[in-house]
């Protein structure tokens, strides 16, 4: 913990710096996705271990959605669906729960026991540096024809402080509600999560919104920003304002990449900037959340200069086709068991991430709603009984049931 203090201890005077010939770092390529909060370590044990999983189910989130949805940029939130998924298993059993906890990564922890390290966690977060905004919330949605266990509710009210509420999802009145919601919660970044008409057999909608504002704990100079070249991924160059800051950074630099760590506030989160030397698509195929961990406590403080681009994002996933890829198939079928949410069978309906980014000289300021949708499943009845009128020209045959064999077959056009 005292060498990450040290390595955040930043240096201001400028003047010195420039006379003491420091190394310049230029951002060619941005990692996007590498918005990363760094945990301070508040509580031991099982939450350091939950968030390492949601770390690990980001990187594998990333690496699916590249492979499956065509995207210029990603930028996404594993701990918004890690949130969510988590309070989606508490209604989950069997092989359904399984491979849940399979895909957010958390192994064989109890159940009770990981609601009690994500309560911890979000207390955590909710607790950290006053000069930084970061606010997570949860929410259980509920239509009006839903039979909803109280231990599900219960569960997520008091270890995911989830708010619950209960409507008509085919009132477009209820949708606009849980929109407000989203908008509220992400401070108007992000104002819809959903759109009207809703699917009919939709029973519970579940919601995790984050909300991050952080200024940099050694602002950029605004006066220089320039309009400078940037390679996009396709080789082409193009103009775009690229700010720059001398000062004394957390660095790491290897074969493959340089990094950077740029804290916020008083120094509880950063963004963590990697720069390959390669391309950015060969960077991605190996580079794993061990070897981020392992960068991160490989860096020392150097003195240096940061040349980053603003940049603005706003993206829009549907996950409900990645996370079965993931290894949770059976949540999105028919032999999907959700019995300790509702006596009545439900399943995944979809799974939604909404997320946007803004960067610049001040700092960032980032937001995420996922929303995971849960319907009733068509209840097979007993087919109604047949009525078999021979009245007209038929065809018959005497067949013997276990050789199959037919002993006599007839056109039968008189009966008489």
Not at 16 to 43: N, V
Not at 325 to 338: E, H, K, S, V
Request: proline share 6%; charged share 20%; glycine share 6%.
């Amino acid at each position: 913990m005292k060498k990450a203090q040290e390595r955040r201890k930043f240096t201001t005077n400028d003047k010195e710096l420039r006379q003491s010939g420091c190394m310049k770092i230029t951002l060619a390529s941005l990692l996007p996705f590498s918005l990363f909060w760094t945990l301070a370590t508040a509580h031991a044990g099982d939450v350091e271990n939950v968030a390492r999983a949601y770390n690990g189910l980001g990187f594998k989130l990333l690496a699916q959605c590249r492979q499956s949805l065509s995207k210029t940029n990603y930028f996404l939130s594993p701990a918004g669906l890690a949130f969510a998924l988590s309070m989606l298993q508490n209604g989950a059993q069997g092989e359904t729960l399984r491979q849940v906890m399979a895909t957010v990564q958390v192994g064989n922890i109890p159940l009770p026991q990981l609601n009690e390290a994500n309560k911890a966690l979000l207390d955590h977060l909710s607790k950290l540096d006053p000069k930084i905004k970061l606010e997570i919330a949860n929410a259980l949605w509920i239509d009006q024809k839903a039979s909803i266990k109280p231990d599900f509710i219960s569960v997520n009210r008091r270890d995911y402080d989830a708010e619950v509420a209960n409507g008509n999802f085919q009132d477009p009145a209820t949708v606009m509600k849980i929109n407000d919601w989203v908008s509220t919660r992400t401070h108007e970044k992000i104002p819809t999560i959903l759109e009207p008409p809703l699917n009919p057999m939709l029973r519970l909608i579940l919601l995790d919104a984050i909300y991050f504002k952080g200024d940099w704990l050694a602002p950029f100079e605004t006066n220089l920003t320039r309009d400078l070249p940037f390679t996009l991924g396709n080789g082409q160059n193009v103009q775009h304002p690229r700010m720059s800051r001398i000062g004394r950074y957390a660095y790491c630099e290897g074969d493959l990449f340089q990094a950077v760590e740029l804290p916020y506030g008083g120094g509880e989160m950063s963004m963590f900037v990697f720069l390959p030397k390669g391309g950015l698509d060969e960077f991605l195929k190996k580079f794993t959340v061990k070897d981020f961990e392992a960068s991160v406590q490989r860096m020392t403080s150097l003195k240096g200069t940061v040349e980053l681009p603003r940049f603005k994002l706003e993206n829009d996933y549907d996950l409900t086709s990645i996370l079965p890829a993931m290894g949770m198939p059976l949540a999105f079928t028919t032999g999907a068991d959700f019995s300790r949410m509702s006596d009545d069978p439900l399943r995944i309906s979809f799974v939604k991430q909404k997320t946007c980014v803004a960067v610049n000289e001040q700092g960032t300021v980032a937001a995420a709603v996922t929303a995971i949708g849960v319907e009733a499943m068509m209840v097979m009845r007993e087919p109604r009984p047949f009525h078999f009128v021979v009245d007209r020209p038929f065809f018959m045959a005497i067949r013997e049931r276990q050789t199959g064999l037919i002993l006599f077959l007839g056109a039968i056009f008189d009966p008489r």
